[in-house]
C-alpha cells in the first residue's frame, strides 16, 4: 500500500508544531506544502514526518520537524528579505525559508550534501535559492547583507563574520551552548549592540568550519 504522506505531513504539522504554539501562518502553511519525506533517504521516507531528527550521512540529520518549525518562525521573516542559511544539510530547512518568498543563500561544507541538497531543492523548482559549497562559519560576503541568518548546528560561540554581514535591524538565530546542549537562541542587531532573546533548549550536531566546534 503507497504511503499517504500529504495526510503524514499534515498530521505532523497539527499533532507536533501547532499543538506546540506554533502559530505563524507561513511557517505552518510551508510545513504542509514542503515534502520532507524527499529530503531523506528512501529507506527512511515512511519515517520522516516522525517527532525526531534522522540522519543524513556524514555524521548529520534533518532536524526534528518541530525545532525547524521553531527556528523558522523565530527568524521572523518577510516577503523579498535575504536569507543566508549556515548548514544546508539535507536542504528541508532551506525549502521552508523558501516558502517565504524570500532569497535564500544557503552554505554547505560538505560537498556531498551540498549536492543532493541543491538537486532535491532544484527538482522541487524552488529558483530563489543559492546553494554554495563552503565553510558557513564564514559567512557569504559576495551577497551580504542578510536580513536574517540561521545556522542549523549547534555553536559554542557566535560566529563573528557573520555579524559582520547582517544588517542593522536583522535578526541571527542558532543554537548555542555545549556539545551536549543548547539553547536556540536569537539576536538582534540593533544601533546600540545586540540583544538577545532565548528560546527552547535544544540539541544539534556541532558546527564544524573555522568558527565551529574544535576538533
Given at each position: 500500500m503507497a504511503v499517504d504522506y500529504t495526510t503524514l505531513r499534515h498530521q505532523m504539522v497539527e499533532e507536533q508544531i501547532a499543538?506546540?504554539?506554533?502559530?505563524?501562518?507561513?511557517?505552518?502553511?510551508?510545513?504542509?506544502?514542503?515534502?520532507?519525506?524527499?529530503?531523506?533517504?528512501?529507506?527512511?521516507?515512511?519515517?520522516?514526518?516522525?517527532?525526531?531528527?534522522?540522519?543524513?550521512?556524514?555524521?548529520?540529520?534533518?532536524?526534528?520537524?518541530y525545532m525547524i518549525a521553531l527556528m523558522a518562525e523565530a527568524l521572523k521573516l518577510a516577503e523579498g528579505e535575504r536569507v543566508l542559511e549556515v548548514g544546508t544539510g539535507s536542504g528541508y530547512l532551506t525549502a521552508i525559508l523558501a516558502e517565504h518568498d524570500v532569497q535564500v543563500c544557503t552554505v554547505e561544507l560538505s560537498t556531498h550534501l551540498a549536492v543532493r541538497a541543491r538537486t532535491t531543492l532544484?527538482?522541487?523548482?524552488?529558483?530563489?535559492?543559492?546553494?554554495?559549497?563552503?565553510?558557513?562559519?564564514?559567512g557569504q560576503p559576495s551577497e551580504a547583507p542578510f536580513d536574517a541568518i540561521v545556522i542549523g548546528a549547534a555553536a559554542s560561540s557566535?560566529?563573528?563574520?557573520?555579524?559582520?554581514?547582517l544588517r542593522v535591524g536583522g535578526r541571527l538565530v542558532l543554537p548555542i551552548g555545549e556539545e551536549d546542549l543548547q539553547t536556540l537562541v536569537r539576536i538582534w542587531k540593533e544601533p546600540t549592540g545586540l540583544r538577545e532573546e532565548y528560546f527552547s533548549e535544544c540539541r544539534f550536531v556541532k558546527l564544524r568550519g573555522e568558527y565551529g566546534f574544535e576538533t
Open positions: 499543538s506546540r504554539g506554533i502559530n505563524d501562518p507561513l511557517v505552518l502553511t510551508a510545513m504542509k506544502r514542503v515534502p520532507r519525506h524527499l529530503f531523506v533517504d528512501e529507506s527512511l521516507q515512511d519515517r520522516a514526518y516522525e517527532d525526531h531528527p534522522l540522519p543524513i550521512g556524514e555524521g548529520q540529520t534533518i532536524s526534528q520537524p532544484y527538482a522541487l523548482g524552488y529558483q530563489n535559492v543559492n546553494v554554495h559549497v563552503g565553510d558557513g562559519t564564514l557566535l560566529p563573528r563574520p557573520l555579524l559582520s554581514q
